[in-house]
């Protein structure tokens, strides 16, 4: 078992690179599914949810070679099957987009349901109507969607979203691409993600028009070709190191981003008292001899405060003066790991969607577990402030997401280290 030990109290200084959009990754390597030829995939952060997607599209009969750290060669002319119901796809959330690149493809599916992060209900009967709209019969059946057209290959058609969900958007664009006709998206999410897939589906030769806004339409092509293609930066990736940053009275430049994609945190870290500069693509967080006070946040789709932010920021304003007010507004429950938090004497208190933090009360250093891949997060940006020695556990969330978490840290001056513990909490040695 892997834990993160945490010495806390030191200011973050210095610069961190960013690496390339995990949920931009994780619907652009399925979406070369529906290519009829190579492709080549530049800045992909090296994770393991990337891996794994890699090695289920390599299961399916994708030629799948990595080039360097963050460079991906994907040939997917010998995928053979419709189905993917490996044990594998149970190990992430995305490999629902299988379910939209394999119709695209083969005009059927049947793919494992999704595991991944858990902070409560996740349901895909979004997905799933958008399916239907393009003429596709779905049945569940041992834990797998087994889905097909009724016609061989699907019909484009207006579809309106009941909830601004990202994964359907991209389910329905990936599905849609190579349909019959035209097939519009309405009140669809306007991520930065989703709007990477369109301009990578469009490099292959797709028609897809209107990403980034609430309606988006895609003319259905019968031919994708093949291309060299870079991943946008990771918008979240950036929002944690910019509140590590924050929480520790730092100052750090965070580099290789896109800005705007960063305008919801940034307000926030000015309203609590941060000096931020932003650059073409890299912005810089100084919290130095700063007192930070309290703020509310409600998470909301794109461009809203993104929930994928929320735990690290809840870490980060119980550093702050004040009573800040969170509203997590886009998942049912995803508080659980402030149980954690209050084990480091944080006092927070949640009421059904509502966080409230009593910042300004320096935290102390405890045994605490990540309960998915953002509140693990969240632990870190806890114990870089706390007094004292925090280890952090589960820390295989962490990692499906954040790639170098730990050396990115270490040179920005943190004092963590990932630590092997073998068979018994005494025995640890450094790897
Ligand atoms: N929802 C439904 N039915 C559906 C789909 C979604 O009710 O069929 C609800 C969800 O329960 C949730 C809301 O709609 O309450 C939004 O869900 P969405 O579909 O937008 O989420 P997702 O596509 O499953 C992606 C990210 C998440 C991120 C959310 C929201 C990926 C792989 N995951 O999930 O990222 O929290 O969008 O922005 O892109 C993370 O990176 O840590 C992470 C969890």
Known sequence: MNKFVVNGGKALNGEVVISGAKNAAVAIIPAVILCDEPCRIENIPNISDVTLIGTILHEM??????????????DPRRIFTHEATTDLVRGMRASYYLLG????KFGKAKVLLPGGCNFGVRPIDQHLKG?????????????AVDIRSREGRLKGRTIYLDIVSVGTTINLMLAAAKAEGLTV???CAKEPHVVDLANFLNSMGADVRGAGTDVIKIRGVNYLKGVTYSIIPDQIEAGTYMAAAAATRGCITVKNITPKHLDSITAKLREIGC??????????????????????????????FPTDCQPQF????????????????VWDNRY???NELQRMDAKISVEGRLAIIEGGTPLKAAPVKATDLRAGAAMIIAALTANGTTVIS???YIERGYEEVVEKFQALGADIKRIYVKDSDDFAESV
Do not use: W
């Not at 009969?61 to 994907?74: P, Y």
């Not at 690149?101 to 695209?104: E, I, N, P, R, S």
């Not at 809840?314 to 507004?329: D, H, P």
């Open 61 to 74: 009969g994708a030629v799948v070679k990595r080039v360097n750290k963050s460079t991906l060669d994907i």
């Open 131 to 143: 399916f239907e709209a393009l003429g596709c019969v779905h049945e569940i059946s041992d834990g």
């Open 275 to 304: 000096d931020i500069e932003e650059f073409d693509e890299a912005v810089r967080v100084d919290a130095r001899n700063r007192t930070l006070t309290r703020c509310n946040i409600k998470t909301m789709p794109h461009p809203g």
């Open 394 to 396: 589960n820390i295989q």
């Open 336 to 338: 659980q790991y402030i």
């Open 185 to 187: 998206i309405e009140n």
């Open 101 to 104: 690149a394999l119709l695209g």
């Open 314 to 329: 809840v870490a980060m304003l119980t550093s702050c003066n004040g009573t800040s007010i969170i509203n997590e507004n």
